[in-house]
């Protein structure tokens, strides 16, 4: 006898961007390939390895197929004509909205406000896009001087964002999908050798989100790696679907 389910429950579509070696690793099975809906992604790589270039073409393709907007919260300066030649190349013609403070309101002039906005887009079937976690700045640190101690401070709102968000993903009527962009950075390690961090965004920004993709360099190899799934040089290793 057949289970008998009550009320409503949200799936995730599956959505082909095109690039295929990312659509089969995305795959729920032979038949649902490509992007899946109502997915936080966070994406992170070291600088200047084509992160937001991803993110903003995969926006494109998605906004494209599913009529829906973009949300981007841009803490990072992009070059809007750059944007401008991605979105005219991959035929998105809807509306590419920046997310920015209220100047008006000088007490909500903060980093965490600008999350909120971005988060309630989400609402009005918004794609977002949040670049970067790296350079989200704390009210601490924003009304702090330099040389205060921070620790942590950026985990707090990072936690509260992802959570939140996946909630408005997960319900949202019209089914869109976010993203977050990271950086990776070089230290040095024991022994002589190199180690990478991310920039620090807490341990929940790790957990929730759905797929995390390492970006190295977009000409030679995408490597995806995550709970969900391994992609390296289009085969897909694990996943979770």
């Avoid at 936080?40 to 494109?60: D, E, Q």
């Avoid at 300066?77 to 750059?82: E, F, G, L, S």
């Avoid at 929940?204 to 190295?216: A, G, Y």
Wanted: charged share 25%; glycine share 8%.
């Amino acid at each position: 006898m057949p289970v008998k389910f009550t009320g409503s429950h949200y799936d995730p579509e599956w959505v082909e961007t095109g690039f295929y070696s990312l659509d089969i690793a995305l795959r729920k099975n032979y038949t649902l390939i490509g992007w899946p809906t109502r997915t936080l992604t966070h994406i992170y790589g070291p600088t200047s390895t084509g992160k937001s270039t991803f993110i903003n073409s995969i926006s494109a393709v998605l906004g494209r197929k599913l009529d829906l907007n973009i949300a981007c919260l841009d803490l990072e300066p992009q070059d809007a004509k750059t944007i401008e030649s991605i979105c005219e190349n991959l035929k998105f013609e809807n509306e590419w909205r920046w997310i920015e403070p209220d100047k008006r309101q000088k007490d909500k002039f903060s980093d965490e406000n600008m999350l909120k906005q971005l988060r309630m887009t989400v609402k009005d079937g918004y794609i977002t896009i949040l670049d970067s976690v790296a350079s989200i700045a704390p009210v601490a640190e924003v009304q702090g001087g330099i040389g205060d101690a921070n620790m942590g401070r950026r985990a707090f709102p990072m936690a509260q964002y992802s959570r939140l968000i996946n909630r408005e993903l997960k319900y949202s009527d019209k089914g869109t999908v976010s993203f977050m962009a990271n950086h990776r950075y070089e230290k040095i390690a024991t022994g002589l050798a190199f180690a990478t961090y991310q920039a620090p965004g807490g341990a929940v920004k790790k957990t929730w989100p759905i797929s995390i993709l390492k970006i190295k360099f977009l000409t030679s190899k995408l490597e995806v790696a995550s709970n969900l799934l391994i992609m390296e040089m289009g085969g897909c290793l694990k996943a979770r679907f």
